[in-house]
């Protein structure tokens, strides 16, 4: 399968867990690219098996519980764009001492929705992905496999 993996990220934590994620799914035999949300355009996402979209959630123009800003701008900018039955997923991370724990992970999951793709599996949520991190990566490479089937 093809597969790309598009994030952004403001710590890192993002990044890193795409990086393992990217590494997991290479390892199942995949072929993965990995880029930053703020490098594509929709079009950019369109030639994929998979496309999985890695936000943390962050307080934005004032509102707890957003996407990484990069995503809204990629949003934004691809309303009435569609995906037509395309599969994508949603990796968000997270602190669950906020009110909004994840609370990019609908927000993201609506877009795809609005857009007509298909949640190939659950969204996977993460709790403070840099506190645990091989706990995180264990969920990380079990949700992998449920992706890759």
Request: hydrophobic share 35%; proline share 2%; aromatic share 12%.
């Amino acid at each position: 399968m093809n597969i790309l993996i598009t994030y952004a990220t403001y710590s890192g934590g993002t990044q890193a867990a795409c990086e393992f994620l990217t590494q997991t799914l290479q390892g199942l035999g995949h072929q993965v690219t990995m880029k930053m949300i703020s490098e594509l355009a929709f079009e950019d996402t369109l030639n994929y098996d998979l496309r999985i979209f890695a936000s943390p959630t962050w307080d934005y123009e004032g509102k707890e519980g957003q996407p990484h800003q990069d995503f809204i701008t990629f949003m934004e900018k691809s309303t009435n764009k569609k995906y037509d039955g395309k599969n994508c997923a949603v990796l968000g991370l997270g602190d669950s001492s906020y009110a909004h724990f994840c609370g990019a992970v609908p927000i993201v999951e609506d877009f795809i929705k609005t857009s007509g793709g298909k949640l190939k599996t659950e969204s996977l949520q993460i709790d403070g992905y840099l506190f645990n991190m091989d706990a995180n990566n264990q969920k990380i490479s079990d949700w992998a496999k449920t992706l890759a089937t």
